[in-house]
Each structure stands twice: as structure tokens, then as C-alpha cells.
């Protein structure tokens, strides 16, 4: 499948295109966990749409062969055809493998990358982070997002998740086909924020992908696109107040954003549980957006658990904010809506 663009001219892609809310999807594996659940991934990428989803990051940290991999994107890019736009997660084990995965999932019918790091990975100066991230840019044609945070352990290059502002500045300048930052550097704070938005926001997008962040920094400074994090959590809603504040409808978005602070209470609390992991609780995000109607179901080990107590709270929580859920018993959520 041919990119919309070219490398050369992803930034005005971007640009252009890059206006709305990017979503997750994690793949759902069959009952026997011996392959991917086709149906599941139909399922979500329909939900997506319906929800209001400019686009959805493809997970990749969950045990997937890569060939599953681009199965699995090849799927979604089918059931999407053109009205999601599909983010490749560039999460695999090694440099090479993660530039012919960019490529294969381009060739598949993903737009956009965003740049993860393996974890064998151990820079010890900006010099070595510009050298991976630079080879990677200059080894795939897809338009890449960087994406400083905490998850690296970078902090000791520099405080903001490795990626001062000299080396972001010198990434942009070099790289024409990085077009945007998910800045998520010093997190839980907004320095990373803004300083990438200070320092490259004239050239790229910067985005603030934490809802609790992000829709409120929407009104104060230029974001055309939000993403990508757990969203599915709260159905619709995200993409809702992401489009009011375009609109210039701030109230309005603001009392959508105070009516679902509950979820958000108990989104932070379950997620507070991770601290020390440095990786992300894929099968909580999956059941966060199965509260939501989304599939759900099975994925390999290892996969972090999700307790009764997580469940729980996050159930009441989407209560509390006012949300209507399906009554349906937990213990379903491990089979999935398309159980196969």
C-alpha cells in the first residue's frame, strides 16, 4: 500500500492531516493464545471509528512475531480503509528489526510511526540517542513521531527523558521526516511539554498525550492532534472535547473534562501500581476499553495481570463520571466479545 505522502514531504502531511485524537489497539490472540483473533481487531478498529478516533497506534509489546505484526496491521488497515489512520509502534527488539518492521507495516497500511527504544538499548551520551534515532529516520520512508519519556531511562543524558531541547532542535533540523514530538519528557510535570513546544512547535507537532494534560494545555496553546494513550477508558469523550476546543467551545469541553474526573482519579490509581516497571499494563488498558465495548480478550504472556481491586476501581470509576456500562461479569472481558 502506497504512503499519502512523501518523504520529503511528510511534515506538510502532517500538517494537513494530523487534526484529531489517536486512540490504541492491542491485538487480541485466539482462545488457544496459538494466533491472532482476526475479528477482534475488525471489531476495534470499527469501535475507533464510531467513537470518533482520528487514528490508533498498533500495540507492539504484546508477543506478537513480527510477521503476526503485520498481520495484524494489514487487518486493521482493511477494516479501516481510510477513515482511521493506523500509527506503527516501532517497539521490537533491535535496530534492525525495528526499521524493516517500519517498512513492512508501511507497506501494510500504517501512516505514521511512533519511535519507541529496545531495551537493550543504553545511550550514554545525546550523541548516541541522535545516532539510533537518525539511523532509524534515515532507514524508513514513514513520517516519524519521537517520543521522549520516562519508559527510556534516559534521564541520564537529560532530565527531560533524554531529549534536551538542543538535541530536539537537532533532530527536527536534520530529520525531515520526524513530524512530530509526543513530549512527554520530565512527566508527571509539563517542562518536557514546553519546551519542545518552544523549541521545535513552529516546525513539527507537539503534543501533550495525558488527557488530564493535554485537553486543558488545547486551550491555551496550538495542539491539532492529541495522542496516543488509554482514551478508550472513557468511550467517546476524549475526542469529543478534543474537537469543542477547536471549535472554540472551551466551556463546553471543560465540563465534559470535570464530569468523567472521577475515571480519571481511578485511571491514575491503577496505573500508580506500575511504578518501578517501566512498562506499560497493556491488559489494563484492554480492559479499560472493553468496559467501553471494546473486544477484550486474551493476550500472551508475559503480560503484567490485572487484579479484582484494578477492575473494580476502574469499573466505579467510569460509574461515578456517569457512563452507562454493559452489566457483563468480568470474567468475560478474558474471553472477549469475539471469542475465537
Not at 534516559?154 to 537537532?170: C, M, N, V, Y
Not at 500508580?272 to 480478550?297: D, I, T
Request: hydrophobic content about 45%; glycine content about 10%; overall charge negative.
Amino acid at each position: 500500500m502506497a504512503l499519502p505522502y512523501d518523504k520529503a514531504d511528510a511534515r506538510a502531511w502532517a500538517r494537513e492531516t494530523m487534526r484529531g485524537v489517536a486512540n490504541v489497539i492491542t491485538p487480541t490472540c485466539t482462545s488457544d493464545l496459538s494466533a491472532l483473533n482476526e475479528e477482534a481487531t475488525r471489531h476495534d478498529v470499527r469501535l475507533e471509528i464510531e467513537y470518533g478516533f482520528w487514528g490508533a497506534l498498533l500495540v507492539a509489546e504484546t508477543a506478537t512475531t513480527m510477521d503476526e505484526y503485520i498481520q495484524f496491521a494489514a487487518w486493521a488497515a482493511d477494516e479501516a480503509r481510510g477513515r482511521l489512520h493506523l500509527i506503527h509502534h516501532a517497539s521490537f527488539n533491535t535496530l534492525e528489526e525495528n526499521i524493516e518492521a517500519a517498512n513492512r507495516a508501511g507497506e501494510a497500511g500504517a501512516e505514521l510511526v511512533l519511535l519507541a527504544y529496545p531495551p537493550t538499548f543504553y545511550p550514554q551520551s545525546e550523541e548516541d540517542l541522535y545516532g539510533y534515532t537518525a539511523a532509524f529516520c534515515e532507514g524508513v520512508d514513514l513520517a516519524v513521531m519521537l517520543f521522549p519519556v520516562p519508559l527510556w531511562g534516559f534521564e541520564r543524558i537529560h532530565p527531560a527523558a533524554g531529549f534536551s531541547g538542543d538535541l530536539l532542535e537537532r533532530l527536527v533540523d536534520t530529520l525531515p521526516n520526524i513530524v512530530a514530538v509526543k513530549a512527554e519528557g520530565g512527566m508527571p510535570w509539563l517542562g518536557g511539554f514546553t519546551e519542545a513546544h518552544r523549541r521545535v512547535g513552529d516546525r513539527v507537532i507537539v503534543t501533550e498525550p495525558l488527557e488530564g494534560n493535554g485537553i486543558p494545555m488545547s486551550t491555551l496553546v496550538s495542539m491539532p492532534f492529541m495522542g496516543t494513550s488509554n482514551y478508550e477508558y472513557f468511550g467517546d469523550v476524549v475526542p469529543r472535547m478534543f474537537r469543542l476546543v477547536g471549535e472554540g467551545l472551551v466551556d463546553a469541553a471543560m465540563e465534559l473534562y470535570w464530569r468523567i474526573h472521577p475515571g480519571r482519579q481511578a485511571n491514575l490509581q491503577a496505573m500508580a501500581m506500575l511504578a518501578g516497571s517501566n512498562l506499560l499494563h497493556r491488559m489494563l488498558w484492554k480492559y479499560q476499553g472493553w468496559l467501553q465495548g471494546f473486544n477484550g480478550g486474551p493476550v500472551r504472556t508475559p503480560t503484567m495481570r490485572i487484579n479484582d481491586r484494578q477492575m473494580k476501581g476502574l469499573r466505579q470509576g467510569l460509574v461515578a463520571s456517569g457512563f452507562d456500562l454493559d452489566a457483563a461479569p468480568d470474567a468475560e472481558f478474558f474471553l472477549g466479545r469475539n471469542p475465537k
